[in-house]
């Protein structure tokens, strides 16, 4: 029995590496020059650290962790339904909600550590005259307003593709 070819509604992976080059990397990059030109050694070592801990724990919840937490979720919601429907036993559900949930929030814990330390030392940067921000600002913006460019361009191209597609699978074959 041969598998069927299921279609998913996704980006292609070469415009979710751009996106997170020009939303996350680049700006990232840009902050740690500002941050190197600081004369404070302290500061610098602080934020080389968290800057590289925030760009490796976004790629790999992306990348590595995105299915499990996903998964997860669909887990959370199918033991909220059984719990809700009394199927099974509520005791072993309620019990198997709470340590999914757990580690949920212990992502979500670190996610929400590293980009609130990463604000506090940029915070701490532009007090001590450390990093120069209104350069890099502006430049962050750009970035940002190029990748949601691309974005819609992206999904108004793929939209259209995505309809032709179907009045070609319509047609009747003689």
């Not at 919601?77 to 198997?96: C, T």
């Amino acid at each position: 029995m041969k598998k069927p070819n299921i279609k998913k509604l996704k980006y292609p992976l070469w415009f979710h590496i751009v996106f997170y080059c020009l939303t996350v990397i680049v700006p990232l990059v840009a902050i740690l020059i500002q941050g190197f030109k600081s004369d404070s050694t302290l500061f610098k070592f602080t934020f080389v650290m968290i800057c590289a801990a925030v760009i490796l724990w976004i790629f790999a919840r992306k990348f590595l962790i995105a299915n499990l937490e996903e998964k997860m979720q669909a887990r959370k919601a199918a033991l909220e339904h059984d719990y809700e429907i009394e199927v099974g036993n509520p005791e072993k559900a309620k019990w198997l909600w709470f340590n999914n949930e757990m580690w949920l929030s212990i992502i979500n814990a670190i996610h929400v550590a590293l980009i609130g330390l990463l604000i506090f030392v940029c915070a701490w940067g532009v007090e001590s005259a450390a990093i120069q921000i209104k350069g890099v600002g502006i430049l962050i913006t750009l970035l940002y307003i190029m990748a949601y460019v691309l974005k819609f361009i992206l999904i108004v191209k793929l939209r259209g593709q995505e309809q032709d597609e179907e009045v070609k699978d319509e047609t009747p074959k003689q």
